[in-house]
């Protein structure tokens, strides 16, 4: 069993910015494409921004340019850098990991840590 903890949230005005951590507690971390979800009140979960084990970065369109996400395989640890935020970034914000294959899958998921944008 996997656990995450996400930290890094909080309350920040307009084009401040933000840096989340993932700790990932399994004996096995480098082998997980590790990823940031999101969640505003009343949507769908959604991707932000996920990372490859070899550390190739992947971010959606609407936080392109603004956010960076990166994984020390070391720490088992995996960041996003939100910059420049903007009101339509305020959601909880969801540390995923996955591993899986032909027959299997691992899929985890943080309880999520707070971001609010507000002027």
């Known amino acids: 069993q996997v656990t995450l903890i996400e930290s890094g949230g909080g309350s920040v005005q307009p084009g401040e910015s933000l840096r989340l951590s ?3 507690s399994g004996s096995v971390f480098s082998i997980y494409l590790m990823g940031w979800y ?3 009140p ?3 979960r959604e ?3 996920n990372i490859t084990p070899d550390g190739d970065p992947k971010v959606v369109d609407s936080v392109k340019g603004r956010f960076t996400i990166s ?3 070391a720490k088992k640890m995996v960041y996003l850098q939100m910059n420049d935020l903007k009101p339509e970034d305020t959601a909880v914000y969801y540390c995923n990991a996955f591993h899986g ?3 299997y899958k691992y ?3 943080g309880q999520g840590t ?3 944008v507000s002027s």
């Open 107 to 109: 899929d985890y998921w």
């Open 114 to 116: 707070q971001v609010t």
């Open 42 to 44: 009343g949507e769908q």
């Open 47 to 49: 991707l932000v921004a």
């Open 101 to 103: 294959g032909d027959t």
């Open 71 to 73: 994984r020390d395989n």
């Open 22 to 24: 993932c700790v990932h």
């Open 38 to 40: 999101r969640q505003a």
